[in-house]
């Protein structure tokens, strides 16, 4: 199967073409997919693609703040904004850091790690944080966060953190200013995100809007438990793993409290005791399943650093639960319109790349007792479930 994808990648995987892409799903999927595949088979040929599309992606840099836009066209070499604002989100302008660092490590042009080191640093110096909490956009002219005074750990924010803590793994160690604000921040989730639910009063991390507490929490946020358990084991805070431990549970519940045994994109939590209400409420509009890893992810961590058995157990129930409502007959999985409805949980004909590259993947190491198997002392994942070296290894 590899040597079939191997001649995929040498023959058709062009990218000398006219096409708009959006410069973080390309880093973090293509850019981090060839690099990893570099690194874990020797073969020169994914360094040579990744060479490839980390240059064309470069344009996307050429901005009057250097914080990036959002899409490029890689045959043309231009860049532009999305057609309705020049913000770009804070995000995926700082969760591509990984893979150019990288980059400039094996082709020893350090343009690409300038380039992304540069982000990194500027929004190091911006106001508009709460806590080290970062808002969700961030100008292309003006290089100033925008829509101030809202707060996740969800969409559009989310990777910003995991990014602060793997750049600092990656590198050594050495980066303070990294280290900085990933703690500054897990002190800011903990000042304004934290609550608990009733009746079970799980610890979720919920959302502030000017000033305003907010019981939703997305999926996304899942990957949180994985991120601090990761930071335990590089010697940060031990009370980041007590937290990380109680997060997992509630990502846990998140999909134990639904009827098809599968999360929703969002949840809202209670935050009073209502008689047969449980924990989770789900809107309607957010009732489906894209076939995300984040729990999967945090199981997987939670398992290699505490050895308990239970996260294996949880990880395969989720799997039974995927199996039973979005696995399709004739081949493959598919994204869900309704974890509520066992009877119908209406497939979309539908299955995200993230589900291969991240999904069964975090599945696949979970349910391996082998620390070898990708060794987190000498790998670091990137947000697309990409293991790339760690360039100082413990
Ligand atoms: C993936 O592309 C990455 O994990 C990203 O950081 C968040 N969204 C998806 C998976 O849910």
């Known amino acids: 199967e590899f040597e079939e994808a191997r001649k995929w990648v040498a023959n058709d995987l062009v990218f000398d073409k006219n096409v708009d892409v959006n410069l973080f799903e390309s880093t973090i999927r293509i850019l981090g997919g060839l690099l990893s ?177 907010s019981a939703k929490m997305d999926h996304l946020v899942c990957f949180l438990p994985g991120t601090l358990a990761l930071g335990a084991h590089n010697g940060l805070a031990a009370d980041h793993m007590k937290l990380a431990e109680t997060l997992i549970e509630t990502c846990y519940q998140m999909y134990a409290q639904v009827e098809t045994g599968l999360s929703p994109e969002i949840v ?46 949880w990880g395969w129930e989720i799997l039974q639960n995927f199996n039973r409502y979005t696995r399709v007959p004739t081949g493959g999985y598919t994204s869900i319109n309704n974890v509520q409805n066992p009877s119908n949980p209406e497939p979309r004909d539908k299955m995200e790349s993230f589900f291969l590259g991240e999904t069964l993947k975090y599945m696949f190491l979970l349910f391996s007792d082998d620390i070898d198997l990708i060794n987190l002392d000498k790998y670091i994942f990137n947000t697309e479930a990409h293991p790339l070296p760690i360039w100082v290894p413990a």
């Open 37 to 213: 595949t570099y690194h874990l088979s020797g073969d020169s040929l994914f360094l040579e693609k990744a060479k490839d599309i980390g240059n064309r992606l470069m344009p996307a840099f050429k901005t009057p703040s250097k914080i990036p836009y959002s899409d490029v066209n890689i045959g043309r070499g231009t860049a532009h904004p999305p057609r309705w604002t020049s913000d770009s989100t804070v995000a995926e302008v700082t969760s591509i850091q990984l893979e150019f660092r990288e980059l400039s490590r094996l082709t020893g042009d350090e343009k690409f790690q300038k380039a992304v080191d540069e982000v990194m640093k500027h929004v190091h110096t911006l106001s508009g944080k709460n806590d080290g909490l970062v808002p969700m956009f961030i100008n292309t002219n003006s290089g100033q966060f925008t829509h101030l005074g809202v707060y996740t750990l969800g969409a559009r924010a989310d990777s910003y953190y995991e990014y602060l803590l793997k750049q600092w793994i990656q590198g050594g160690k050495k980066e303070n200013e990294l280290l900085e604000d990933y703690m500054r921040a897990i002190e800011g989730v903990k000042k304004h995100l934290l609550q608990r639910s009733e009746p079970k009063k799980l610890t979720f991390v919920g959302e502030l809007a000017h000033g305003h507490f």
């Open 268 to 313: 809202h939590f209670n935050l009073h005791a209502q008689k047969g209400h449980k924990d989770v409420e789900i809107k309607p509009a957010d009732r489906h399943n894209l076939l995300r890893p984040e729990t999967v992810e945090s199981l997987f961590y939670m398992y290699r650093f505490t050895g308990d058995k239970k996260y294996q157990d």
